[in-house]
């Protein structure tokens, strides 16, 4: 859908106006630190206790079951709504009252339901959304906002005779007209089919590149695990925070599994001593999974072992552990020690 150089044509807008001065002003900050943020509504913790810092530029994941608290972190951080305790920076700027219009001047935030005028042309939402921006050129920056996500061509449809998929474009174009330094994009695929999904893909991967944040919320974990540099997983409080890869390494033990055409006669002394293995357990007639410190060392020294043995190998494959088993392990977890 996008091209680097629409994304790139109206991140460059950008320094020629007001939010210009204050990115070189913070240019060292990170995009969001969050330092024990707390909400309560009612005296019910929606939100409590909750750290981390997201870098500039960086594509960050911010996943959670229903009622987890992203929505509201994400009000928070967008001077929708105040904390009630903790404190956090967005695009450098505390968060204050006082800083609320200056802070808002740095972001957009696309909800999941884009909210557009339906009665309205593309053109015509964008026209009254630069308006309240108070944008600078603002039909230039329309035009780039449009090519940026592939509309150029429906400026003047109606967005009510739109799809799902392209209003959701327009939603992004709109947010693209202030030229914002963090983006949070709230399920931005919701609904979506996998074309127009990859398209909003597409144009995330564009604008990382050009240096926006992407602050993500999703319950898709295949697109978190393609998209983000980190996650962080969300239940009231920060469950965990990290690369996917590194989330696996920390909760899943690596393991090797063999397969072979009939069971070992033997397995003991095939598996025994092996580098790099440290345990191993019969799965099943003729599979055998192995605990392994370090696949590369284990792999071949089990291969050369089960050789030697005459076995007749069918695979040996190291298993992969998805962020959606990171995810289920964590929040089933959870529901555990709630029910105990
Ligand atoms: P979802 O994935 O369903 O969008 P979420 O992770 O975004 O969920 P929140 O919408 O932040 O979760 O809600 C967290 C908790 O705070 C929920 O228990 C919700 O009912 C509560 N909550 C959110 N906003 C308000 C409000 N304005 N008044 C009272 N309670 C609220």
Redesign the pocket.
């Given at each position: 859908m996008s091209s680097d150089d629409g994304v790139s044509g109206l991140t460059g807008l950008g320094r020629r106006h007001g939010a210009g001065a204050g990115r070189q002003e913070c240019a060292d900050a990170p995009a969001v630190e969050v330092s024990h943020l707390a909400k309560d509504?009612?005296g019910?913790a929606?939100?409590a206790d909750v750290s981390f810092s997201v870098a500039r530029g960086e594509v960050f994941g911010f996943l959670?079951?229903?009622?987890?608290?992203?929505?509201?972190?994400v009000?928070m951080l967008g001077t929708l709504?105040a904390p009630t305790s903790g404190s956090a920076a967005v695009a450098g700027i505390p968060l204050a009252p006082e800083k609320g219009v200056e802070i808002r001047r740095r972001i957009s935030i696309v909800p999941e339901s884009p909210g557009l005028y339906l009665q309205l042309s593309v053109a015509e939402n964008l026209e009254c959304f630069a308006g309240l921006y108070e944008a600078p050129d603002p039909g230039d920056r329309i035009d780039r906002a449009l090519r940026a996500v592939s509309l150029a061509d429906r400026a003047h449809d109606a967005c009510g005779a739109l799809s799902k998929g392209l209003r959701q474009r327009v939603a992004l174009a709109r947010a693209l007209l202030s030229d914002p330094q963090v983006l949070f994009l709230d399920e931005p695929t919701s609904g979506l089919d996998p074309v127009a999904a990859r398209d909003v893909h597409e144009l995330i991967a564009a604008l990382s590149r050009s240096g926006v944040t992407i602050f993500l919320?999703t319950?898709r974990l295949e697109e978190a695990e393609r998209l983000c540099d980190r996650v962080a997983i969300?239940n009231t409080t920060l469950r965990t925070i990290g690369r996917p890869d590194e989330l696996r390494d920390q909760l899943f033990a690596r393991t090797l599994t063999v397969r072979t055409l009939l069971p070992l006669t033997q397995p003991g002394r095939v598996f025994a001593n092996l580098p790099a293995v440290d345990s191993w357990h019969q799965d099943g007639s003729d599979a055998y999974v192995l605990a392994v410190t370090d696949p590369v060392a284990a792999a071949p020294a089990a291969t050369q072992a089960l050789v030697a043995a005459d076995a007749d190998v069918l695979s040996i494959s190291e298993s992969r552990h998805s962020l959606e088993d990171v995810y289920l392990e964590l929040i089933n977890e959870d529901e555990e020690a709630s029910r105990r």
């Open positions: 509504f009612g019910r929606a939100v959670g079951p229903n009622g987890a608290g992203k929505t509201t972190t009000r709504v919320t319950h969300l």
